[in-house]
């Protein structure tokens, strides 16, 4: 997946599944519930290794757009594509905020029970002129692990 393509699909947020398809975002199968049992919020499609696109059971409308860039686990698959601009592979925390200023939201370390473990917390930035958040999450040295493109006010219609 390349970085024009990442940027399509942040402004496709709160699109449904058959409007993505219909501009040519999304091939492949059709997203899939998050749990195997039980009621579904979610559905979750992943067009590429390291990439999750996160739509609404319910509306069918992308919510969410997560990349992994540096695994937590051992096996999490990691993003090896093109990132939109003007984010680049390697990152810290210092470095996300002088590229796209102080997040309006923030949350610090956190102690998470094994096998998590201790991680960097996390930090949320508005996308100017659109209904989404970044969110940043970090790793214990502060050090960019997951980009997540986030529709904000959603629909449920």
Not at 29 to 40: A, D, V
Not at 47 to 67: H, K
Not at 75 to 85: A, R, T
Not at 105 to 119: D, E, F, V
Request: proline share 8%; hydrophobic share 40%; aromatic share 8%.
């Amino acid at each position: 997946m390349d970085a024009v393509t990442i940027n399509r699909l942040i402004k496709g947020l709160g699109h449904t599944y058959e409007e993505l398809i219909a501009d040519g975002l999304v091939l492949g199968s059709s997203p899939t519930p998050l749990f195997t049992e039980g009621q579904n919020e979610d559905l979750i499609q992943k067009p590429a290794l390291g990439i999750e696109l996160w739509f609404c059971a319910v509306t069918r409308r992308l919510e969410r757009i997560v990349m992994t860039l540096s695994p937590i686990f051992d096996d999490d698959p990691v993003y090896e594509g093109e990132l939109p601009i003007p984010f680049i592979r390697k990152m810290d925390q210092d470095g996300v905020r002088a590229l796209v200023g102080e997040p309006y939201q923030s949350k610090g370390p956190a102690k998470l029970p094994p096998p998590i473990g201790i991680t960097g917390g996390w930090d949320a930035f508005r996308i100017d002129h659109t209904h989404a958040e970044l969110v940043v999450q970090y790793l214990k040295d502060k050090s960019v692990c997951g980009l997540a493109f986030c529709q904000i006010d959603k629909d449920t219609d």
